[in-house]
């Protein structure tokens, strides 16, 4: 599916969407330049899923978790990461047999280790605070639209 917003709220609120159809073990997978708004759709992700809204951005830590009645989400920045070892030092294999949800920005640097089944969300920015956001590889998102 494809949604074009024109705020952060808007994209907050698409993210609210997307993550209330969330389940145990799903990775997101986020491309998309600097500012294009991953991590702002993550706060929606995360509240989707039922969990408080305290999302920052982890590019200073490479993974932060949101936990909470018997949900545990798992927020990757991988700006930084390139190759298998230093992928490995992240936990990041750990993390995808724990049952967690999973999202990952930058997953452009890991795109050779994203497990089968991976929900791929791509954030173009169209100009001013426009963004299109692209959901492929999961029939479950393909009910809402524009
Ligand atoms: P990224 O994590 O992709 O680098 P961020 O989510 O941190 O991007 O930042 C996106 C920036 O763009 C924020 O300052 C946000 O307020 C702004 N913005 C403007 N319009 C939108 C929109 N439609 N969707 C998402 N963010 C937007
Ligand atoms: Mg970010």
Known sequence: MKIITHSAEETVAVGIKIGKLL?????IAFSGGLGAGKTTITRG????????DETSSPTF??????????TVFYHFDMYRISGVSDLETTGFYDYLESGGIIAVEWSE???DELPEGAIYINIRSL???AREITV????RFEAFSD
């Open 23 to 27: 389940r145990s073990g799903d990775v």
């Open 61 to 70: 830590s490479i993974v932060n978790e949101y936990a909470g009645n018997g």
């Open 45 to 52: 992700l995360v509240l989707g899923t039922g969990l408080p």
């Open 109 to 111: 640097n890991i795109s």
């Open 127 to 129: 100009g001013g605070d």
């Open 136 to 139: 492929t590889g999961d029939e």
